[in-house]
């Protein structure tokens, strides 16, 4: 049997206080890691705290906003060590090409790029130290294939893509690997409501979610959303020992959505 085993390990998911991060969290949880979840407010850090350990596992939390540089103070000071760092946070909004301004790029770049930057810098050192660690960048099919209503977004994460190489090239020999996974169109909150604008609003939602599929993500070879379980399970085996050849690459657990043969 092939066991993925993260215990005694500390891992930190960053946004993880719903959506894909929590189930990250919950994934490494599971492998036997105690988790650090992030939000950043503390009180919604705390209730995901709570909800996460009332399933079991080990979780503490380190809110604090990480597009600032008080915030990722606020979060290294919550978890000083961290053997397993997920970068998950990131915001992405539909915008006219036009019409994104200065400010709006500022925004991106800060959350979804300088957030994972700034924790690399805080949590390198200690992990190639210590011989050991894992970083992983949430990245998005939108950095390979640029939405037009998403350059901002897609920019910023075609720019994780660069970082987790440049990093991985940082770390090598070291022990740590430094990687990105590029998650595909995924059912989480909000998302729901955003295919019953697109699609008729009576259809259950198995087929709800195939008609919008069909009719505006017809790259996708799953023909379905993909549950966030499906993302963390990708990320608990990168995050893991076994995981041990792979580094400076990007990972797809996209659907088949990127039409590319490679990565
Ligand atoms: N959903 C998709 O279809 C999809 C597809 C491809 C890639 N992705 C990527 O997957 C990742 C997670 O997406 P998601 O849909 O699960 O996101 P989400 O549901 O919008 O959750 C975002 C998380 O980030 C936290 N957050 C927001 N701003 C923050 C900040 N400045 N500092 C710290 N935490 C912050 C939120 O917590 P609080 O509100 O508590 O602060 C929340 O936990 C993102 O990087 C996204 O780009 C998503």
């Known amino acids: 049997m092939i066991a993925i085993d993260l215990d005694g390990r500390t891992a930190l998911v960053t946004g993880s206080t719903q959506g894909i991060g929590e189930a990250i969290a919950k994934a490494l949880a599971a492998a036997g890691a105690r988790v650090g979840v992030n939000g950043r407010s503390p009180e919604k850090t705390d209730e995901a705290v ?30 000083p060590e961290v053997d397993v760092l997920v970068n998950n946070l990131g915001i992405f909004g539909a915008q006219p090409a036009l019409e994104i301004t200065d400010d709006d790029w500022r925004r991106y770049w800060e959350v979804n790029v300088l957030s994972a930057v700034r924790l690399i810098r805080t949590y390198l050192p200690g992990m190639t130290g210590r011989g050991w660690g894992r970083v992983l960048n949430i990245a998005s ?33 070291t022990g740590v690997t430094v990687n990105s996974v590029i998650a595909g169109p995924t059912h989480t909150g909000g998302v729901e409501d955003f295919v019953y604008q697109l699609v008729d609003e009576d259809l259950p939602w198995d087929e709800a979610q195939r008609e919008f599929m069909r009719l505006h993500r017809p790259q996708s070879l799953l023909h379905r ?27 797809r657990v996209d659907g088949g959505y990127v039409d590319s043969i490679i990565p």
């Open 141 to 173: 099919d939108s950095a390979v294939v640029i939405p037009e209503e998403m350059i901002h977004y897609g920019t910023s994460k075609t720019a994780l893509l660069a970082v987790s190489r440049g990093f991985a090239k940082a770390a090598a020999g």
């Open 225 to 251: 959303l993909i549950e966030p379980e499906e993302i963390a399970n990708l990320v608990a085996y990168l995050s893991s020992p076994l995981a041990s050849a792979t580094t400076g690459a990007a990972v």
């Open 50 to 79: 709570v909800r996460l350990s009332a399933t079991g596992g080990a979780y503490f939390a380190a809110p604090g906003d990480l597009a600032t540089e008080e915030g990722a103070a606020a979060v290294a000071e919550a978890a």
